[in-house]
């Protein structure tokens, strides 16, 4: 099956520096990914849309200054928490599809952020 | 406001017997729905879709029902096993119009199946 791969799988950084995530969709293009953010005990909340070549959509109440996207290839997008602080601290998730309808979405294995 | 409801945070059922998750929805624009299951550290794996122009999908152990007069599904795994226990997450969106969608999840349902 299609596979999406996440890096870092998990990431410690100080308050007040920026962190990169990237996803890649290894077997297939993907024409739209999307970030999502989950709190402990939470559901899955959607950041943002990106597709390729063009600048993200951002859910109500995120801070597109603060998690830069860019999705410059049809294989990788990336997420960047920029000034980090510790209440950004979470498991960021991204997921892929190749646009084909009736095709469920990939998801990478996830990013544990943790800011001190 | 949450759209998609998943009412019972945990469910535990015996090895073998029936597993039942159920979620809710409100939005009347949502025409597609899907269970993912996820692991610790893991992101969600795709298990079963329907479109709302069905009311029951069924592959393998896993079966999911649809009743849009209620907007309601549930999924139904049987017979359960212990490495079915996971969290399971419904999904909606509604697609209206093109190929590429977004999707709101439930909570989630953590499932532990006993040996």
């Known amino acids: 099956g299609a596979v999406v791969s996440q890096h870092p799988s998990w990431v410690i950084c100080k308050s007040g520096t920026s962190v990169k995530i990237e996803c890649r969709s290894l077997?297939?293009?993907?024409?739209?990914m999307f970030w999502y953010r989950q709190f402990p005990k939470q559901s899955l909340m959607l950041m943002a849309t990106s597709n390729e070549g063009s600048k993200a959509t951002y859910e109500q109440g995120v801070e597109k200054d603060k998690f830069l996207i860019n999705h410059a290839s049809l294989t990788l997008s990336t997420l960047t928490v920029t000034s980090a602080h510790p209440e950004d601290s979470s498991f960021y998730i991204c997921?892929?599809?190749?646009?084909?309808?009736?095709?469920?979405?990939?998801f990478g294995n996830g990013t544990r952020l943790t800011v001190t | 406001d949450q759209q998609v409801k998943q009412n019972s945070p945990s469910l535990s059922v015996q090895e073998g017997r029936i597993s039942i998750l159920n979620c809710d929805y409100t939005n009347s624009m949502f025409d597609y729905f899907l269970w993912y299951k996820k692991y610790p550290a893991e992101g969600p794996t795709f298990l079963i879709s329907i479109s709302s122009i069905k009311d029951k999908n069924e592959d393998g152990r896993f079966t999911v029902f649809l009743n849009k007069s209620a907007k309601h599904l549930s999924l139904h795994i049987v017979p359960s096993q212990p490495g079915d226990s996971a969290v399971y997450f419904c999904a909606a969106s509604g697609r209206s119009g093109g190929s590429n969608y977004k999707l709101t999840f439930g909570k989630g349902t953590l499932l532990t199946v006993n040996p």
């Open positions: 997921s892929a599809t190749g646009g084909v309808k009736g095709s469920p979405l990939h």
């Open positions: 077997d297939f293009q993907a024409t739209t």
